[in-house]
């Protein structure tokens, strides 16, 4: 039995069905990871399951007026929440049999359906303030009211958020421990209690009778009975009446259960390596995190009951640090793929979400879920292979951004968040990412958020990329025809020669180029963006800002070997390449400087990701300019994907 379907309507971030606005969402039988910003509805789908199964902790949980949906100045008066378990085994069908939904051609299945109604105005404040809510069988609550019987069975394990893992696994009532313990297979052959008291010394073979020997050996020692005869003598004895006499007794328990022994046992973390076990050791929240959700995790595997094998987690990151919060998604995903558990995480972290299988991603954005699975996205099956493999932490955090832009290398990553700062047009105050692929793969990760069926994300995504075509002016790169007028027509292989130059090709073919860069990563709300002549750098160099990306240069050769340069010698380095290019100016016209001065990035001479450096300085210093005025004179395909991602200066 797993959770197959949610529906959520007028349910706090979620609207109504007639506006598109409700929650539609199937999830998969294993491993379920919900990653977004906050306050996107990730909780929420959380919360509709817990409403609606109640969980094994039996925490308190009422539909409150705030849980109503609200647009602008308007609350709903009705909400509705539904949770579909499909798979159920024959014992669970069994065990359900009158609440099951019977369908030709599918197998019988279990839809549980909460309606709450407001009460109204006038009744507010008295006893009957609280929503009226029902709970029924089938679709939409056309079958009977949910038993008792059938909850015990569907409840849902659910870790909270920023829990304490130490106060969980202490021991006291109903607490986890003693609830995984019971569930252990074994475990109740341990509630036999055979104690002899005329055979005290016998080996006991049971926890309770273990406990009953100690009670026993506690209650007779020397010590212990001096103590209880005179509390009995001095003290009981002249507080008691004739007819009803007082009489203490000192024991461990005063009823030798097995519930009561396992709720007196603790989970606690061996102490590290180098301290000896017989020390006491607080170990850190972190690992007890993880010991509470290993504990779970045996809780759901090793029942071998008919309950619902349903763990869900928020924030499994809380209080671990990068390394094993990959480790922990890891670990969930493996038990979900080989002990049946079907687990649902929500997380904030890129660390989780780049351990996760992408097709186990669900992005949640705006109060609507989106999930990434193979039927859902433009990702093909290499994609999922290729995004397996290259989507780090670095990467991931496109899945909580409101805008991303998707780059090339490095230095696209260094400059353009600080020229979209300068020009007003704040990534990070506008929640944009800036994902750097490394030359490769861009089209892949321009995939991720586009739909199959179309949609546009509300998530702004432009990929940046070069045209790659080299400006016929530049000496220092032949292309086709440069070859073939030196008299070498064809390559050692007998094949034509590379087209790397304008003139190697019609204006036409530039043109179908550039489309084909273009349609291979646009779609939905992906727009992609080609340099206007051929890379970044060389059209930096031919825009508004040639004399800073010129200075930013000099600043990189100054720098040298040593790596660095100080406050002094900065300025220095640039008051007299500022100096230089203007004198430069008055001998050279703009693209031949341009062609001279990329050439010392295309042969390496000079680092491309440094270069931008100082770049990026010199923007944030101000010395390129600011708003509108830099905005113009940034090259025209770099202005484009500003207004796709920011389209209104914050």
Same mark, same amino acid.
């Given at each position: 039995?797993?959770?197959?379907?949610?529906?959520?309507?007028?349910?706090?971030?979620?609207?109504?069905?007639?506006?598109?606005?409700?929650?539609?969402?199937?999830?998969? /039988?294993?491993?379920?990871?919900?990653?977004?910003?906050?306050?996107?509805?990730?909780?929420?789908?959380?919360?509709?399951?817990? @409403?609606?199964?109640?969980?094994?902790?039996?925490?308190?949980?009422?539909?409150?007026?705030?849980?109503?949906?609200?647009?602008?100045?308007?609350?709903?008066?009705?909400?509705?929440?539904?949770?579909?378990?499909?798979?159920?085994?024959?014992?669970?069908?069994?065990?359900?049999?009158?609440?099951?939904?019977?369908?030709?051609?599918?197998?019988? @299945?279990?839809?549980?359906?909460?309606?709450?109604?407001?009460?109204?105005?006038?009744?507010?404040?008295?006893?009957?303030?609280?929503?009226?809510?029902?709970?029924?069988?089938?679709?939409?609550?056309?079958?009977?009211?949910?038993?008792?019987?059938?909850?015990?069975?569907?409840?849902?394990? @659910?870790?909270?958020?920023?829990?304490?893992?130490?106060?969980?696994?202490?021991?006291? #009532?109903?607490?986890?421990?003693?609830?995984?313990?019971?569930?252990?297979?074994?475990?109740?052959?341990?509630?036999?209690?055979?104690?002899?008291? #005329?055979?005290?010394?016998?080996?006991?073979?049971?926890?309770?009778?273990?406990?009953? /020997?100690?009670?026993?050996?506690?209650?007779?020692?020397?010590?212990?009975?001096?103590?209880?005869?005179?509390?009995?003598?001095?003290?009981?004895?002249?507080?008691?009446?004739?007819?009803?006499?007082?009489?203490?007794?000192?024991?461990?328990?005063?009823?030798?259960? *097995?519930?009561?022994?396992?709720?007196?046992?603790?989970?606690?973390?061996?102490?590290?390596?180098?301290?000896?076990?017989?020390?006491?050791?607080?170990?850190?929240?972190?690992?007890?995190?993880?010991?509470?959700?290993?504990?779970?995790?045996?809780?759901?595997?090793?029942?071998?009951?008919?309950?619902?094998?349903?763990? *869900?987690?928020?924030?499994?990151?809380?209080?671990?640090?990068?390394?094993?919060?990959?480790? &922990?998604?890891?670990?969930?995903?493996? #038990?979900?793929?080989?002990?049946?558990?079907?687990?649902?995480?929500?997380?904030?972290?890129?660390?989780?979400?780049?351990?996760?299988?992408?097709?186990?991603?669900?992005?949640?954005?705006?109060?609507?879920? @989106?999930?990434?699975?193979?039927?859902?996205?433009?990702?093909?099956?290499?994609?999922?292979?290729?995004?397996?493999?290259?989507?780090?932490?670095?990467?991931?955090?496109?899945?909580?951004?409101?805008?991303?832009?998707?780059?090339?290398?490095?230095?696209?990553?260094?400059?353009?968040?600080?020229?979209?700062?300068?020009?007003?047009?704040?990534? /990070?105050?506008?929640?944009?990412?800036?994902?750097?692929?490394?030359?490769?793969?861009?089209?892949?990760?321009?995939? &991720?958020?586009?739909?199959?069926?179309?949609?546009?994300?509300?998530?702004?995504?432009?990929?940046?990329?070069?045209?790659?075509?080299?400006?016929?002016?530049?000496?220092?790169?032949?292309?086709?025809?440069?070859?073939?007028?030196?008299?070498?027509? #064809?390559?050692?292989?007998?094949?034509?020669?590379?087209?790397?130059?304008?003139?190697?090709?019609?204006?036409?073919?530039?043109?179908?180029?550039?489309?084909?860069? &273009?349609?291979?990563?646009?779609?939905?709300?992906?727009?992609?963006? &080609?340099?206007?002549?051929?890379?970044?750098?060389?059209?930096?160099?031919?825009?508004?800002?040639?004399?800073?990306?010129?200075?930013?240069?000099?600043?990189?050769?100054?720098?040298?070997?040593?790596?660095?340069?100080?406050?002094?010698?900065?300025?220095?380095?640039?008051?007299?390449?500022?100096?230089?290019?203007?004198?430069?100016?008055?001998?050279?016209?703009?693209?031949?400087?341009?062609?001279?001065?990329?050439?010392?990035?295309?042969?390496?001479?000079?680092?491309?990701?440094?270069?931008?450096?100082?770049?990026?300085?010199?923007?944030?210093?101000?010395?390129?300019?600011?708003?509108?005025?830099?905005?113009?004179? *940034?090259?025209?395909?770099?202005?484009?994907?500003?207004?796709?991602?920011?389209?209104?200066?914050?």
């Amino acid at each position: 039995m797993y959770l197959h379907r949610v529906y959520a309507e007028n349910f706090r971030v979620f609207g109504t069905l007639a506006d598109n606005a409700h929650l539609d969402l199937q999830f998969r /039988q294993g491993l379920n990871v919900f990653v977004g910003e906050n306050d996107a509805g990730k909780t929420c789908i959380v919360d509709v399951v817990r @409403y609606v199964l109640l969980t094994t902790t039996n925490d308190w949980l009422r539909i409150e007026d705030d849980d109503f949906h609200i647009n602008g100045s308007s609350q709903a008066d009705e909400l509705k929440l539904e949770v579909e378990l499909r798979d159920l085994n024959k014992a669970q069908q069994a065990a359900l049999l009158d609440w099951l939904t019977l369908e030709e051609g599918v197998d019988p @299945y279990l839809v549980v359906h909460l309606r709450a109604t407001r009460r109204i105005e006038s009744n507010r404040g008295s006893r009957l303030s609280n929503p009226v809510v029902s709970i029924n069988a089938g679709k939409g609550g056309t079958g009977p009211e949910i038993g008792s019987a059938a909850r015990e069975l569907i409840r849902a394990t @659910y870790l909270k958020p920023l829990r304490d893992a130490v106060a969980e696994l202490r021991p006291k #009532k109903g607490s986890r421990l003693s609830q995984v313990l019971r569930a252990h297979r074994d475990v109740k052959k341990e509630s036999a209690n055979n104690f002899d008291k #005329k055979n005290p010394d016998g080996a006991p073979a049971t926890l309770v009778e273990i406990m009953a /020997q100690a009670q026993y050996r506690i209650s007779t020692k020397q010590v212990v009975k001096e103590v209880r005869d005179t509390l009995n003598r001095d003290y009981l004895k002249s507080l008691s009446f004739e007819k009803t006499p007082l009489s203490s007794e000192i024991r461990v328990s005063a009823e030798l259960t *097995l519930a009561q022994i396992l709720e007196r046992l603790e989970l606690t973390l061996r102490p590290p390596s180098g301290v000896s076990e017989d020390m006491a050791c607080e170990r850190g929240l972190g690992y007890n995190n993880v010991l509470f959700m290993a504990a779970e995790l045996l809780l759901l595997s090793d029942g071998g009951g008919n309950e619902l094998a349903l763990l *869900l987690i928020e924030e499994p990151e809380a209080h671990l640090h990068p390394q094993l919060q990959a480790r &922990i998604l890891a670990m969930l995903a493996e #038990k979900a793929s080989t002990s049946g558990i079907q687990i649902v995480v929500t997380t904030h972290s890129p660390s989780i979400a780049s351990a996760a299988p992408v097709d186990a991603l669900t992005l949640v954005t705006a109060g609507k879920a @989106y999930p990434l699975g193979r039927a859902e996205t433009r990702l093909d099956g290499s994609d999922y292979e290729f995004l397996r493999r290259f989507l780090d932490s670095t990467k991931a955090n496109l899945f909580f951004a409101r805008g991303v832009l998707i780059v090339e290398g490095p230095a696209e990553a260094i400059v353009l968040p600080a020229l979209a700062e300068a020009v007003g047009r704040s990534f /990070q105050g506008n929640s944009v990412s800036t994902v750097s692929v490394g030359g490769v793969g861009l089209f892949r990760f321009a995939r &991720i958020l586009q739909r199959k069926d179309g949609t546009s994300l509300p998530v702004r995504v432009a990929c940046i990329g070069d045209l790659d075509v080299v400006p016929d002016d530049i000496s220092y790169i032949e292309g086709r025809k440069d070859k073939e007028e030196k008299g070498i027509p #064809k390559t050692k292989d007998g094949k034509n020669h590379q087209k790397r130059k304008v003139r190697d090709y019609t204006p036409q073919e530039i043109v179908e180029l550039r489309k084909s860069k &273009i349609d291979r990563a646009r779609g939905g709300s992906t727009e992609v963006f &080609i340099a206007d002549h051929w890379t970044l750098e060389y059209d930096l160099l031919r825009s508004g800002v040639a004399k800073h990306m010129f200075v930013a240069v000099r600043l990189e050769q100054a720098e040298g070997s040593k790596g660095y340069l100080t406050d002094e010698e900065y300025e220095t380095a640039r008051i007299d390449a500022e100096a230089e290019y203007a004198t430069l100016v008055l001998l050279e016209n703009q693209e031949t400087i341009a062609a001279n001065v990329y050439e010392l990035l295309h042969t390496k001479k000079v680092s491309k990701a440094i270069v931008a450096q100082y770049l990026a300085k010199l923007a944030a210093e101000g010395h390129l300019g600011t708003g509108d005025t830099l905005l113009a004179s *940034l090259p025209p395909y770099i202005k484009a994907a500003f207004d796709h991602l920011v389209p209104e200066v914050v």
